[in-house]
């Protein structure tokens, strides 16, 4: 199993979440005997996207991940139909009570817009990360660059709006596990927060 693991790599720094479940599929199919090996080996599976890989696949990941860890990687991207990308992240953000990590990154390609569809997407999420929901999170990175707020621009009618953190997950009692937070495009944040004694990495940026 080791070598499987070495070969589709860490599932804490995966920058091409459908690379890497090509990967484990391929694993899987080289023989019966490998695929009965891949299809045991729960870490294989254990990356679940949403945004980036096809509905299919990222259902497949979540019946073959078991009751394992899971890492939970969400981009929205503009070719998913909402519903068909809201019934996947439902499906995912199921799965966050035993998630060692939780990664969001929306504008990535330039600002989002604050549209209707958009605000039920992070209204999940946020509603999704509370405290009941992240007692083994170990990382967590959220960046969202979003337009559409209630600031304007005079040329443009809008500027980058700068939405809320889920506070509730940095504190330290709901989040004893957290290792890394890293908060990218907040241009605010609250009051003294009481941070997980686990913290090891810190970053908190407006860009």
Known sequence: MMVFQNHVGSPKNVKDTRARYNSARVVSQVCPRWRSIALECPELWA??????????????????CKSGPVFVYIQPVEWWTLDVFLQTLDDIL???????????????????????????????????????NVANLEILRLSAWIYGSTHRNEAS???????????????????PRLAELRLSRWSEMPGPITLSPCLRELTISDS
Do not use: H, Y
């Open 47 to 64: 990356v679940l996207p949403a945004g980036t890989n096809r509905a299919e696949s990222t259902t497949l990941c979540l019946e073959r």
């Open 157 to 175: 009618g809008t500027t980058p709006g700068f939405l809320e953190p889920p506070f509730a997950v940095l504190d330290g009692v709901a989040a």
């Open 94 to 132: 199921m799965q966050l009570p035993r998630a060692k990590l939780f990664q969001l990154d929306v504008g990535a390609e330039g600002m989002w817009p604050l549209t209707d569809s958009n605000r039920r997407i992070l209204s999940r999420i946020t509603s999704a990360l509370s405290p009941s």
